[in-house]
């Protein structure tokens, strides 16, 4: 089965060059604890959580609106295409102690794909097959 028949969240984006102080109102409105970092033509370069900007901005004395993106995200960004297998999602997650993975398509950022939707589609068809 391949991931673009699973149901995947709306990721949060925000572009290198954003300001942290921009890409913290954003996280804070969209209640989500991380945003993919995405180059200009929308393929993911990094995550950047709020923990991310607790440390490495904020404990440190630097200015939110004058750091970007780019200088505060983790990288790179462990991802699966949409028509990758749902199992090689899964094994990936799993290796990295993820609970959910960046999906592209054909390079582009597309969604997100969390654990348990990648573990319910599995079981289901390993049901179907059982009662092939």
Avoid: W
């Avoid at 990721?11 to 200009?40: M, N, P, T």
């Avoid at 794909?113 to 097959?129: D, I, Q, T």
Wanted: proline share 3%; glycine share 4%; charged share 30%.
């Amino acid at each position: 089965m391949q991931i673009k028949n699973c149901r995947m969240f709306e990721v949060l984006k925000v572009k290198e060059d954003e300001c942290v102080q921009v890409v913290a109102k954003k996280l804070r409105d969209s209640k989500v604890r991380h945003a993919y970092v995405i180059d200009d033509k929308g393929a993911p370069v990094g995550v950047i959580s709020v923990v991310d900007i607790s440390n490495r901005v904020v404990a440190e004395g630097k200015s939110p609106d004058k750091i970007c993106a780019k200088d505060v995200m983790s990288s790179p960004v462990e991802t699966k295409d949409v028509n990758d297998s749902v199992k090689d999602a899964y094994e990936l997650m799993v290796a990295n102690k993820r609970y959910s993975l960046a999906v592209t398509d054909k390079g582009i950022l597309y969604g997100i794909l969390p654990m348990n939707e990648a573990v319910s589609f599995m079981m289901g068809r390993e049901v179907k097959n059982e009662q092939s």
